[in-house]
């Protein structure tokens, strides 16, 4: 087998190649987690709540009945527009803890 000193100092390729393929594999499982893994955003005190998975798909919606005013439907956008907001910087918090593990090589493998 061939060495590569510059490579972790000596490791072959075949010890490289199967790093990288259980790096792959780490990735992909922790992908799979995400898309199943659901965090809620709330805004108002919780009176509007926007459920979703950490892949970003909206699972479930829920505004209780004192956030609808009919003479100030604005109010009510707004919160809905921060609790989608809420849940997704919550998202994003969960896909950065989980896939940081694997820096820039992420988008190589």
């Known amino acids: 087998m ?3 000193g510059g490579f972790g100092g000596g490791m072959n390729m075949q010890a490289m190649m199967k790093q990288a393929q259980k790096m ?3 990735m992909l499982k ?3 987690e995400l898309a199943e893994l659901e965090v809620t955003g709330s805004a108002g005190g919780e009176l509007v709540q ?3 998975t950490c892949d970003n798909n909206v699972t479930a919606v829920s505004i209780k009945p004192e956030a609808v005013d009919p003479d ?3 109010m009510l956008e707004d919160l809905i527009v921060a609790a989608f907001n809420d849940a997704q ?3 994003q918090q969960e896909r950065d803890k989980r896939m940081g593990a694997f820096g820039s090589l ?4």
């Open 2 to 4: 061939a060495k590569f």
């Open 72 to 74: 100030d439907v604005e």
């Open 89 to 91: 910087s919550k998202a």
């Open 50 to 52: 926007i459920t979703m």
């Open 106 to 109: 992420g988008g190589l493998i």
């Open 24 to 26: 792959q594999q780490d």
């Open 30 to 32: 922790a992908q799979e």
